[in-house]
Structure formats: C-alpha cells, structure tokens
T-cell receptor, first 114, second 113 residues
Framework: KAGVTQTPRYLIKTRGQQVTLSCSPISGHRSVSWYQQTPGQGLQFLFEYFSETQRNKGNFPGRFSGRQFSNSRSEMNVSTLELGDSALYLC?????????????FGQGTRLTVV | GQQLNQSPQSMFIQEGEDVSMNCTSSSIFNTWLWYKQDPGEGPVLLIALYKAGELTSNGRLTAQFGITRKDSFLNISASIPSDVGIYFCAGQLLPGSARQLTFGSGTQLTVLP
C-alpha cells in the first residue's frame, strides 16, 4: 500500500510569487491535513480537507489556501510569498471517520523563498 | 489555544540506555500520538493512544496516556544508534471541528556509541 506522496520535494521561489504543493493520500483515505514546520514555530496546523470540503482551518492568513479533488488528492496554494513562508510543508492522511484515527505524514515539500 | 510542553528539549545518551520523554498539556486531549522525524523527512507514527490510562508498547517503545488526559510519556528501552532523531508528541482534542493535531516542540535524541 503506497504511503502519502507529496510533490515536489523541494522548491525555490521568489518573494511575491505564488506556489502550489500537491499531496496524494494513502489509498482509501479521505482526509488530508496540511501542516507547516519551521524551526521557530514547530509544526503548525494549516487546514484539513475531507470529501472536497475544508473541515477545519488553522490560524494562517488568507494567502494560504487549499482544495481537495474527488480522488482525495489535495493541493495547497500560497500566494504573494514572503520570506517567512520558507518551511517544510507536510501533508497528513487519515481515513477520515469521525472516530479517532491515526494521521500518517508524507515526506514533505521543502519551500525556500528568496 | 492548546499548549503542549514537551521535555526534555534534547538528550544525549549512551547506546543501550533507556530514554524517557514526556508531554504535558494545558487542556484535555482524547488522543495522544508519538512521532519520530529524521532530517528532511516527514514524521513517522510510532504509537497511538486513545484512552486515559492506556499503556501501549511497540517493540522497545512504550507510551502511556495520562489519567488526567493532559499528559503522555514515551519510553525507549535499550537505545540503539538508529533511534537518533526528533521525537514529537501530538494531541488531538475531539473529533469534528477540533480534529487537528497540536504538536509538542520535539525532543532531539542523540545516541552515543
């Protein structure tokens, strides 16, 4: 069973640009969450998608957005990039039921804003 | 929002020693998860805990869900070099709108030969 796949692994962008990251969850999983990891702030929750709907949102500005497709794949977009957006962006996959379910992470996309 | 305090921040131990790390929260969680992260990789799930008081093992790893629901610990027995990495605790408050994971700041473990 394939794990969580994130693409690309590495990305370098310039301030002011926008970027789109992709996540394919584990087959059969319907929930995808996104997290930002930085040395200063640690792992911070961005948002969760389930069945193409945003179910939960963290405390990030509107420049951070996402979507989920009917095959459960998810994309997140960051517009008007700032230097502080440099981070490892992680996607977590879970089956998505209402009960407690485990979250499995991808390898992440390392975004560098210059 | 919830605050998770994870300690210690870093540990240097000799190979073969046991390790213990813990997390405490200002709020109740109903799920505790422990992850290990290697450099440049995503966190890998080690143990999941779902009930207060639950004690769960996974090989040399043992974790407990505190009875107050506000804390959890992870023990690693007989450490080996491949145990090196950053260990994170994560708590989840409730199903539904609060399903996101709140992470501790991590424990950097170094195992000396």
């Amino acid at each position: 069973k394939a794990g969580v796949t994130q693409t690309p692994r590495y990305l370098i962008k310039t301030r002011g640009q926008q970027v789109t990251l992709s996540c394919s969850p584990i087959s059969g999983h319907r929930s995808v969450s996104w997290y930002q990891q930085t040395p200063g702030q640690g792992l911070q929750f961005l948002f969760e998608y389930f069945s193409e709907t945003q179910r939960n949102k963290g405390n990030f500005p509107g420049r951070f957005s996402g979507r989920q497709f009917s095959n459960s794949r998810s994309e997140m977009n960051v517009s008007t990039l700032e230097l502080g957006d440099s981070a490892l962006y992680l996607c977590a996959s879970r089956s998505g039921g209402q009960g407690n379910t485990e979250a499995f992470f991808g390898q992440g996309t390392r975004l560098t804003v210059v | 929002g919830q605050q998770l305090n994870q300690s210690p921040q870093s540990m240097f131990i000799q190979e073969g020693e046991d390790v213990s790390m813990n997390c405490t929260s200002s709020s109740i969680f109903n799920t505790w998860l422990w992850y290990k992260q290697d450099p440049g990789e995503g966190p890998v799930l080690l143990i999941a805990l779902y009930k207060a008081g639950e004690l769960t093992s996974n090989g040399r790893l043992t974790a407990q869900f505190g009875i107050t629901r506000k804390d959890s610990f992870l023990n690693i027995s007989a450490s080996i070099p491949s145990d090196v990495g950053i260990y994170f605790c994560a708590g989840q408050l409730l199903p539904g709108s609060a399903r996101q994971l709140t992470f501790g700041s991590g424990t950097q473990l170094t195992v000396l030969p």
